[in-house]
């Protein structure tokens, strides 16, 4: 069974630092790219990066580029999302998502949310202002 379980999420002061972790199972993480969404209250659920492990290719939504940063530690099957200079507006329920896709695959767009069918719980950030 695949599981995912996010972590790291809290509360934060405006130009503050978070990071967060998905740790991944039931499944051969080098097969599968994982990406990050999040979902804020009344808003449609926003994709912002994806990485597939096995070469480290990774994409960026343009709302985040420069202030987030994607990685992976195949040892410990484990997704992080590093970010930084965080805003008000950040504030969301963050998910990671997993799927046997390429992050940078030549026919879809890798943050469309069809594209993903294994989901996290989800972990919820606050940015104070």
């Known amino acids: 069974e695949v599981q995912l379980v996010e972590s790291g999420g809290g509360l934060v002061q405006a130009g503050g630092s978070l990071r967060l972790s998905c740790a991944g199972s039931g499944f051969t993480f080098d097969d599968h790219a994982i990406a990050w969404f999040r979902q804020a209250p009344g808003k449609e659920r926003e994709g912002l990066s994806c990485i597939s492990p096995s070469d480290g290719s990774v994409y960026y939504a343009e709302s985040v580029k420069g202030r987030f940063s994607i990685s992976a530690d195949r040892a410990k099957t484990t997704v992080y999302l590093q970010m930084n200079s965080l805003k008000p507006e950040d504030t969301a329920v963050f998910s990671c998502?997993?799927?046997?896709?390429?992050?940078?695959?030549?026919?879809?767009?890798?943050?469309?949310?069809?594209?993903?069918?294994?989901w996290g719980q989800g972990t919820q950030v606050t940015v104070s202002s």
């Open positions: 998502a997993a799927d046997q896709v390429y992050c940078l695959g030549d026919h879809y767009y890798p943050l469309a949310e069809d594209v993903w069918d294994y």
